[in-house]
């Protein structure tokens, strides 16, 4: 996979063509979305009746039906876009973010929401790290001050946990196993954009996931399937807004956005996560984590594409 070196920095190549600007803005609403709809599911996890591995599939599972409903939408009211099925990135991605749901959702269970998804949206990180091993992508400056406003802020929202504890090392140590699969994820899913629409792809991704995910929920948990009404709900919820709704929002944007700025937007999970947490559980936001939350966003706009 090993590529000749080259500059890869926060511009967005549509806008260096002078492409409209609508689609961009689309990307960024898109990612936005993508992120809030991504928060929730760590709450949503802790309220499931069932272990984390059968969350894990029920959540891929139940939202393959809106996704090809989506992907055969989209490809009848465009004949001619590309669909390539099951292309090398998109299995990638299905394996990467069979990786990213396996270790996450284990995280949530052994340690904090706010440390679960900090660790967690560490995927700029990996993208930069795994871009420039893999292939050979040079990071601009913008992007790597950026990407250090934002750890800096991510810090912040999780400083008082952050001190060794014994009963959530584990948790944080699988977190950061989540941060480098979800790495992996937004490279390999920014592979695949190219050659086929983003409803395919998730749907293809899931189909993946949600087949592996089965087998280890199956062989691993007592029980898979939900015990109440309220239980399915849960995972209702995380089937049609964490899954259906961020992950293909994850897709769209990525075709419409440069990689790295993506996973970078993705910080904002961070917060809204730390906010559901406060809401649901009790998990106070004190005054020095709403000051990383505005620094996550300073970061991101000083890492934002710009026009030539």
């Not at 790295?260 to 937007?265: D, E, G, I, K, N």
């Given at each position: 996979m090993s590529q000749p070196d080259t500059e890869y920095d926060m511009r967005s190549p549509s806008?260096?063509?002078g492409a409209d600007a609508k689609g961009f803005l689309l990307g960024v609403v898109a990612m936005l979305l993508a992120a809030l709809a991504m928060s929730i599911s760590p709450s949503l996890v802790r309220l499931a009746d069932v272990g984390p591995f059968a969350s894990a599939f029920w959540r891929v599972f139940l939202a393959l039906p809106i996704l090809w409903v989506w992907m055969r939408y989209g490809e009848a009211a465009e004949p001619r876009a590309p669909r390539a099925s099951f292309t090398l990135p998109t299995i990638l991605a299905g394996l990467a973010f069979t990786g990213d749901l396996f270790f996450w959702h284990l995280s949530i269970m052994r340690t904090t929401i706010a440390n679960a998804t900090f660790f967690a949206t560490m995927a700029p990180l990996w993208v930069v790290i795994f871009g420039w091993l893999l292939l050979r992508q040079r990071v601009g400056r913008t992007t790597l001050l950026g990407l250090l406003v934002c750890l800096a802020g991510g810090t912040a929202l999780v400083v008082q946990s952050l001190a060794f504890n014994p009963d959530r090392a584990v948790g944080d140590a699988l977190a950061i196993i989540t941060g480098a699969?979800?790495?992996?994820?937004?490279?390999?899913?920014?592979a695949a954009r190219p050659g086929t629409n983003a409803a395919r792809v998730t749907f293809e991704l899931s189909v993946i996931t949600a087949t592996i995910l089965f087998l280890v929920a199956f062989f691993f948990e007592p029980r898979i399937l939900p015990q109440s009404i309220s239980g399915w709900c849960v995972l209702l919820a995380l089937g049609l807004i964490s899954h259906a709704g961020g992950q293909g929002l994850l897709s769209i944007a990525l075709g419409?956005?440069?990689?790295?700025?993506?996973?970078?937007?993705?910080?904002?999970e961070s917060i809204a996560a730390a906010l559901f947490a406060w809401f649901l559980f009790g998990e106070n936001v004190t005054l020095l984590q709403a000051l990383g939350g505005i620094v996550i966003v300073a970061g991101i706009w000083i890492a934002r594409p710009r026009t030539p």
């Open positions: 806008l260096e063509e699969f979800f790495g992996l994820y937004f490279l390999a899913v920014g419409r956005l440069p990689t790295v700025f993506s996973s970078l937007v993705i910080f904002l």
